[in-house]
């Protein structure tokens, strides 16, 4: 069965560093999403991502974070300059279509910024 | 308020027995969707319930929807130790055409005792 897979499973780098999250969504689908999860806490609504732009961000999105699709089947999230508080689990997910449609999540990225 | 809050918050049964966990959301929704994570671990997706629909079945699980009053159910039937893990319910409110904006609970951590 397709899958949505993420790399790294697990990155710590330094406050103040770039880190580059990745995603391979599920070949066919077209709506990508980043949600990230603080430990303990509920998961929270990143960005969606169709037709090479984002539709819709949450507060949470600030000028820190970007996302790219950088060729047919990447997905990335970058974090320009990282914070304490950026360290969380990252999760990509895919779906073939927007609202009303499943979302399949990837296994996570688990970031630890010290 | 919190889109999308379940309960109990924690809940522990003997193998074999049903375990049932509500979710109750506070906007009108397009669909709701009840995902299993695993202890730090990704997000699986188990069922996904329409907004015209009332209940829903998928192996062990069923689902019920009630949107006069903003609640939905998951039962698992004669639950197994593998079922262990935080259940969460996420709803969809995004307007019809949009793009999807899941919006997920705290959780419901499963255990279930061999």
């Known amino acids: 069965e397709p899958e949505v897979t993420q790399t790294p499973s697990h990155q710590v780098t330094q406050m103040g560093q770039e880190v580059i999250l990745r995603c391979v969504p599920i070949?066919?689908?077209?709506?990508f999403y980043w949600y990230r999860q603080i430990l303990g806490q509920k998961v929270e609504f990143l960005v969606s991502f169709y037709n090479n732009e984002i539709s819709e961000k949450s507060e949470i999105f600030d000028d820190q974070f970007s996302v790219e699709r950088p060729d047919g089947s990447n997905f990335t999230l970058k974090i320009r300059s990282t914070k304490l508080e950026d360290s969380a689990m990252y999760f990509c997910?895919?779906?073939?279509?927007?609202?009303?449609?499943?979302?399949?999540f990837g296994p996570g990225t688990r970031l630890l910024v010290l | 308020s919190q889109q999308g809050e379940e309960d109990p918050q924690a809940l522990s049964i003997q193998e074999g027995e049903n375990a049932t966990m509500n979710c109750s959301y506070k906007t009108s929704i397009n669909n709701l969707q009840w995902y299993r994570q695993n202890s730090g671990r990704g997000l699986v997706h188990l069922i996904l319930?329409?907004?015209?629909?009332r209940e829903k079945h998928s192996g062990r699980l069923r689902v019920t929807l009630d949107t006069s009053k903003k609640s939905s159910s998951l039962l698992i039937t004669a639950s197994r130790a593998a079922d262990t893990a935080s259940y969460f319910c996420a709803t969809d409110s995004s307007y019809y055409g949009g793009y999807q904006k899941v919006t997920f609970g705290i959780g419901t951590k499963l255990q279930v005792i061999p």
């Open positions: 319930i329409r907004s015209n629909e």
């Open positions: 070949s066919n689908h077209l709506y």
């Open positions: 997910a895919s779906s073939d279509g927007g609202a009303w449609e499943t979302q399949y």
